[in-house]
């Protein structure tokens, strides 16, 4: 290895396509890679052209283009551009142009064929990764934030969707040996059983598969994601960000040595996340550790482009103005607190509404189901108490004596009114927030006991939920689990649970983005102050005059 094939070997080492490649494949491949630069707006290769070979990205983005022009994709640093070449397609399927100044290193198709053929694991990486872009296409992920990546996805061996085939098949295959047996004296009801038990045993067959395929593992640009469904019954979704990422360890049983499956094992800071029964476990977990390195990485041409602006605007040049507004929007400074309202106000204000958001804060209250179980009792009591005064009144209950009848009915309308507006109000205080800093569990009971939990977005370390039951998954409500620490919060019992978790992942993600920019700031600051000062005391020492050196004796002139 020499000095020029270093910067190639050291961007290799963040690429996930080539984490399964040792050094010493590393150090041989970076000699066939080819620097090439692009300048702002240039085109790497347009659509329809041949393919020549792939591209790794070094500096500077590139945009993917389809044939009607429009963008599908900003690639940067460390991204593989031209994947035609691993499939062995013939001409490029996009175009791909510079948006900046970019600098790219190109493997031409022989070295990729070489690959494939000579390296083993490289084979697999690229078979891992290209089944993770099938995989995702075909699953719908509206939680997803915008611009978020899956770098990876992984299910289940497949053999455990022949394991969860074969039960309701041996079911079938006992109810149609049951019938032919009895198909000589009961010709009919044979026959019809045997159309039940397959109706049967093919929905429990389809329910199988459906369940298995819902099961996956996910590796995002942002986080790790474990989802878990079962049709019908329970729904969960775990994830956590990639900054808690602390190993990746592999362990394997001896049916999973024989089988070829292993569990991938990330080690956060509250615990694992295991990637379950996964086959290539191993090169999947080497994935999982290039897309964390990947994602530690600092954008240094960026830095150095933003230290630049900072030194120039101390420096009195490009000096720009920084609204009031902008300057509130930097520091993250509260609004104002809302006006003060009236009791019936604020008794009617978002009367059934589960979920508002006011001033950046959103409030989430517990589904309406759980509204209408509180309340259904005495809602029964007040329609039946109407009616019984109603009946007083009019004289069609004669049995009950007038004045004792409207007292026991305006006695029981009252009660029941009073429990029913109760109930209310304490569905109502019940309240989970989310602010731009913070989550708030919030629990008042009327004229009682009020408590409040609350959590700083920087301190939660993992985010779950789940539906579990027939109810709760048709009318998808359920309980949202965020980890702080050693303690939990949980949001129960709210409306779209999945929403709530992607509402608090994303607040989590502009909060520490706004944080780290704020830091960076101030340490830009620092810099450039420290070059102002040096600038002034450069400045101030070449306008002194020379000072005589203390340590030279001094001479003096006598008069002649």
């Known amino acids: 290895m020499n000095e020029q094939t270093q910067p190639i070997l050291t961007l290799l080492r963040e690429v996930p396509l080539f984490s399964g490649l040792t ?7 970076s000699e066939e890679f080819i620097m090439v630069e692009l300048p702002k707006g240039e085109m790497l290769y347009r659509i329809q052209e041949v393919t020549d070979g792939l591209f790794v990205i070094d500096t500077g983005q590139l945009e993917l283009v389809d044939e009607d022009g429009r963008q599908l994709e900003v690639l940067k640093h460390g991204e593989v551009v031209g994947t035609e070449a691993l499939n062995y397609l013939p001409t490029r399927q996009k175009t791909v142009m510079a948006l900046t100044d970019s600098r ?4 031409p198709n022989k070295q990729v064929q070489a690959l494939y053929a000579d390296v083993p694991t490289f084979k697999e990486t690229a078979s891992i990764l290209f089944n993770s872009v099938r995989l995702a296409s075909h699953i719908p992920m509206t939680w997803l934030e915008p611009g978020e990546k899956i770098y990876l996805m992984a299910r289940k061996h497949p053999v455990f969707l022949l394991f969860r085939s074969l039960p309701p098949i041996a079911a079938f295959a006992i109810i149609w040996f049951l019938m032919v047996l009895l198909s000589s004296q009961y010709a009919f009801w044979s026959l019809a059983g045997l159309v039940i038990g397959f109706i049967f045993c093919l929905l429990w067959l ?3 598969i459906n369940n298995w395929a819902n099961d996956f593992y996910l590796i995002t640009s942002n986080r790790m994601v474990w989802v878990e469904h079962v049709t019908g019954f329970y729904e969960s979704r775990q994830e956590a960000p990639l900054s808690t990422l602390l190993s990746v360890g592999i362990k394997t049983s001896q049916p999973g040595h024989f089988l070829g499956y292993s569990d991938v094992i990330v080690r956060t800071y509250i615990g694992d996340i295991r990637f379950e029964r996964v086959a290539h476990a191993r090169t999947i977990g080497k994935l999982i550790e290039a897309n964390w390195a990947r994602g530690k990485r600092i954008d240094l041409e960026l830095d150095a482009r933003e230290i630049r602006k900072a030194l120039r605007q101390k420096f009195g040049k490009e000096a720009e103005d920084i609204t009031a507004k902008d300057l ?23 009367f059934i509404r589960i979920r508002h958001e006011v001033g950046g804060t959103i409030t989430y209250r517990k589904h309406w189901l759980i509204l209408l179980r509180k309340i259904i009792l005495p809602l029964i009591v007040l329609v039946l108490s109407i009616i ?5 009144i009019t004289h069609n209950l004669t049995q009950v004596d007038y004045t004792m009848g409207l007292v026991a009915g305006y006695f029981l309308v009252f009660v029941a009114a009073g429990l029913l507006v109760y109930q209310y109000v304490d569905w109502r205080n019940d309240l989970f927030q989310l602010t731009p800093n913070q989550v708030i569990d919030l629990d008042r009971k009327p004229f009682g006991r009020e408590s409040r939990r609350s959590a700083p977005l920087e301190n939660i370390l993992s985010i779950e939920y789940e539906r579990r039951g027939l109810i709760p998954m048709l009318f998808n409500y359920g309980t949202v689990y965020i980890r702080i620490g050693n303690a939990q919060l949980t949001f129960n019992d709210v409306y779209q649970p999945s929403v709530v978790q992607q509402d608090i992942f994303t607040r989590m993600r502009q909060h520490a983005q706004e944080s780290d920019k704020r830091a960076t700031m101030l340490e830009r600051e620092r ?11 450069v400045a101030q020492d070449l306008t002194l005059p020379p000072q005589s050196d203390p340590t030279r004796p001094i001479r003096t002139e006598t008069p002649n």
Do not use: H, M, T
């Open 328 to 350: 509130q929007a930097e520091l993250g400074v509260v609004e104002q607190a809302p006006k003060e309202v009236n009791f019936f106000q604020w008794l009617f204000s978002d």
């Open 527 to 537: 810099v450039a102050q420290w070059f102002k000062v040096f600038q002034e005391e």
């Open 388 to 392: 019984f005064v109603v009946a007083i």
């Open 23 to 29: 050094i010493e494949e590393l150090e041989r491949l």
């Open 206 to 208: 389809v329910w199988n």
């Open 104 to 107: 790219v290193y190109f493997l």
